[in-house]
């Protein structure tokens, strides 16, 4: 009871909802429950749901520049009439729309998506009930990192319907491209939007990141030492700091990127020469390379702030259905910490070929390739958590899987990009595509569906329908190997990144069916993924109703609190917690939950 | 209805509230951090312009350094109870902030006199840089003085009498913080040049 949170009205009243059984909600206003909602659980599902709108989104304009590359020679009268004619004249999309479709995507993907969407869902969702909290340490600085990350989006949505069109000039928005406005249509208007939208999303971040790690370290419930958390515990906890720690430095580099845009500075701006006004600009001395050092001191944190908390996910799903505690519990956690503090020594390998001197690009490669030891040693025990064990395959527990191989087959080809001399080769084709996409992008994103999948019965108490999600894994899974694997051997032979229409080059013409496969695949995942949200819309009023408050005979806290827990979370006392959370087939038991006191017979951990 | 969660617990374990603000103060000096290694990159490179800091720096210097002592005694005295002692030192506190805010930007248009132009064609990074870091500190340091004036006239308006320093005491070590955050700066714009 030492550190149990209470919940109280500003003016001092204590709605200890011990007698509602969790039904004190329809006191509440449509307004104070769904909209400016302080619940953590709420504030979750806002994350959730603004996150999705925004994987449809950003997927749907893959399709879109997806559509260009595999049939650049088609008409597609369909794009004219939705994307109109300056966007897409006779069908064909135009060269702006790609890159700005390009920009769009990457940058909704990375941060709106698998950042906020997933950080920002489980985080909220699961900190205070997994650590035996009744909220949030501030859960109005919570609803304000929601609002804040819901006006990012706004503002980042109104930039695709300016008439310059948003920025295009890739996710990690280098200058003279975003620095410069007549660099191009999309570097006016469309990359003020842009740094505003990203400036609130920092906002957003860190009062998010703030948050979480002041309640993990101090609203723990009694017996809830640090060794007991749960691994999703401290993998939210170390991606909270990794961004509280780097999001600071991208705004200074995006506060020195405002100046040379709109107060004539020359940081990233030099003499350079533009065509489209036919002079030099009046700047002199600046450098792109120090936007690149700040972008990528945050931008390589960066992704590792989208794979951890897919780590921790993970881990407690697959724990969880290979009826077995997770293997090397420490290991794990040290292994996280290692990835944090290697994440911020590891930035210059995006930079090996802007003239880094080699002394220090070699430095890099050898900070780089030590990431893989702390990446290893989660693979192998995740697969030694699998071995013999009693698996339940969910599709929670299919998506982590899911997971452990891209995770595995994306960290392959970063070893090969880490040696600075492969990587001059390498750099800036498709093969890096290949590599973040499957490491980062559909790793994150399994990790997400598990999540989803394996914690929507606490979220809404019914269940998802179980076949939909295996025809949704299934196609989901060859899908992705389909589309990004064969991106390996087009980056191999030097096909860049970026460009517009690949079929007028001669090295590049064999590549043509290969594309259009690559573009048919992804139109057909794409459409799979409407599976996933019909079931998650469909089942939210009509799934399976929950009978057992823990469906799936779980250790962690948030199974002990009601099927619809309000706000406080559990309708008496918090939990005392007695054990660590993996206690799975231990003494002939199938599973004992935390707060199960320690028997007298019973061996120990 | 505005809602907050508080903790009963055990004695010697820090306030939720107060941990949050270390943490956050870890953040800014990550901003800073990250402003100042461009510094030093930047200096490295050509084209970069030599200027002594204007003399105004010290004087702002001093009044910062000042307020945190103000501020401290605030402190000591709310948790005394001497209300009119602790509001005589809030208001100086607080006018000491704005008065640093006044220094910083007349220092600026001392530079300017100079023919140091901060932002602008034809101004260096040298001097941008310069303006760019202090005007966000000013930023910080105006933040804490609305802070300040927030819990000040707060207290008026609230039905009960408050007795928990801990508000207090948040915005009091958030003004030392920003006090040392300007002493590095200080320093850094000094010796690094
Ligand atoms: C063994 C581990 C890894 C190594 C050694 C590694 C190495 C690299 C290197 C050297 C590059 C730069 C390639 C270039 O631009 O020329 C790169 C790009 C990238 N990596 Fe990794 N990586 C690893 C794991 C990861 C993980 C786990 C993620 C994300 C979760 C990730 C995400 C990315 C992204 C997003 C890019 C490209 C960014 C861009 O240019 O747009 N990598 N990786
Ligand atoms: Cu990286």
Redesign the interface.
């Known amino acids: 009871m030492s550190n149990e949170a209470v919940l109280h009205t500003g003016t001092g009243e204590v709605i200890h909802d011990t007698h509602h059984d969790g039904h004190h909600d329809h006191h509440q206003s449509f307004i104070s429950k769904y909209v400016f909602s302080q619940d953590h659980k709420m504030i979750a599902k806002q994350f959730l749901i603004t996150g999705m709108v925004w994987a449809v989104l950003g997927g749907l304009m893959s399709v879109l520049f997806r559509l260009q590359l595999g049939y650049p020679d088609q008409s597609f009268p369909i794009l004219e009439t939705v994307l109109g004619k300056h966007w897409a004249p006779g069908g064909h999309i135009s060269p702006e729309a790609y890159y700005a479709l390009v920009t769009t995507h990457g940058t909704v993907l990375v941060f709106f998506v698998l950042t906020a969407g997933l950080s920002g869902t489980f985080a909220n969702f699961l900190i205070p009930l997994q650590v035996g909290a009744r909220d949030m340490a501030s859960p109005f600085l919570n609803m304000l990192s929601y609002w804040f990350f819901f006006a990012a989006s706004v503002v980042m949505l109104s930039s695709i319907f300016v008439q310059t069109g948003p920025f295009s000039g890739g996710w990690t928005a280098y200058p003279p491209l975003s620095a410069l406005r007549d660099a191009s249509p999309g570097s006016k208007t469309g990359m003020d939007l842009w740094l505003i939208a990203m400036a609130l999303f920092v906002v957003s971040s860190l009062l998010g990141g703030l948050n979480y790690i002041s309640t993990i370290l101090n609203m723990r419930t009694k017996g809830m030492s640090m060794t007991r958390l749960p691994l999703t515990i401290w993998a939210l906890f170390f991606t909270a700091i990794l961004g509280v720690l780097s999001f600071p430095v991208l705004l200074s580099g995006f506060i020195l990127l405002i100046f040379d845009r709109n107060f004539g500075t020359s940081f990233y701006l030099s003499d350079i020469f533009l065509t489209s006004t036919n002079k030099a600009l009046p700047n002199e001395g600046g450098s792109a390379i120090l936007y690149q050092h700040l972008f990528w001191f945050l931008g390589h944190p960066e992704v590792y702030i989208i794979i951890l908390p897919s780590m921790g996910l993970v881990s407690e799903i697959m724990s969880t259905n290979a009826r077995k505690p997770i293997f090397g519990y420490i290991a794990m956690v040290g292994s996280l910490f290692a990835i944090a503090v290697l994440a911020f020594l590891v930035w210059a390998h995006h930079m090996f070929v802007t003239g880094l001197n080699p002394f220090l690009g070699s430095v890099f490669v050898l900070l780089t390739l030590l990431i893989a030891v702390p990446s290893a040693i989660k693979v192998f025990n995740w697969l030694t958590t699998l071995w013999r064990g009693n698996i339940r395959f969910t599709p929670g527990m299919l998506f982590s899987i899911g997971f452990v191989s891209m995770f595995i087959s994306g960290g392959l080809t970063g070893i090969w990009l880490g040696n600075s001399a492969l990587d001059v080769h390498l750099h800036d084709t498709y093969f890096i595509i290949a590599h973040f996409h499957i490491v980062m992008g559909v790793a994150s994103m399994f990790g997400m569906f598990a999540g989803i999948y394996h914690w929507y019965p606490k979220m809404y108490g019914r269940y998802m329908n179980n076949t939909l999600g295996y025809v949704h894994f299934w196609i989901t899974i060859a899908g992705a190997y389909l589309i990004f694997w064969p991106m390996h051997y087009e980056g191999l032979a030097g096909m860049p990144r970026r460009y517009y229409d690949y079929s007028i080059w001669e090295s590049f013409k064999q590549f043509i069916d290969l594309n259009r496969f690559i573009s048919t695949v992804a139109l057909i995942v794409f459409a799979a993924q409407f599976l996933f949200l019909f079931n998650f819309f469909y089942s939210i009023w009509k799934g399976r109703k929950l009978r057992t408050p823990n469906p799936w005979d779980s250790n962690t806290l948030e199974w002990t609190t009601p099927i619809h827990a309000g706000h406080g979370n559990w309708p008496g006392e918090i939990p005392e917690v007695h054990r660590w959370a993996y206690d799975y087939g231990k003494d002939g038991k199938d599973f004992i939950p935390q707060n199960v006191p320690v028997g007298a017979d019973e061996s120990q951990h | 209805?505005?809602?907050?969660?508080?903790?009963?617990?055990?004695s010697g374990?820090?306030h939720?509230?107060k941990?949050?603000l270390w943490?956050?103060m870890?953040?800014?000096v990550?901003?800073?951090?990250?402003?100042t290694s461009?510094y030093v990159?930047?200096r490295s490179?050509?084209?970069?312009l030599e200027f002594s800091l204007p003399n105004i720096f010290i004087a702002s210097t001093i009044v910062i350094l000042f307020s945190s002592l103000t501020i401290h005694l605030a402190l000591k005295s709310f948790k005394a109870r001497e209300m009119q002692r602790y509001r005589t030192l809030i208001a100086i506190t607080a006018f000491l902030g704005v008065l640093f805010a006044v220094l910083q930007f007349i220092g600026f248009t001392d530079l300017h006199k100079q023919g140091v132009q901060l932002?602008?064609?034809?101004?260096?990074?040298s001097a941008?840089?310069l303006g760019?870091i202090t005007g966000?500190h000013v930023l910080h340091v105006i933040g804490g003085v609305i802070a300040l004036l927030v819990i000040f006239f707060g207290a008026f308006f609230s039905?009960?009498k408050i007795y928990s320093p801990t508000s207090l005491e948040i915005v009091a070590t958030y003004w030392h913080f920003v006090d040392i955050l300007w002493i590095y700066l200080f320093v850094f714009f000094t010796w690094i040049r």
């Open positions: 209805m505005d809602m907050a969660v508080s903790n009963q617990q055990k374990r820090i939720p509230h941990f949050t943490v956050a870890g953040s800014i990550m901003m800073f951090a990250g402003l461009a990159v930047r490179q050509a084209n970069w932002f602008g064609q034809g101004s260096n990074p941008s840089f760019i966000l039905k009960t």
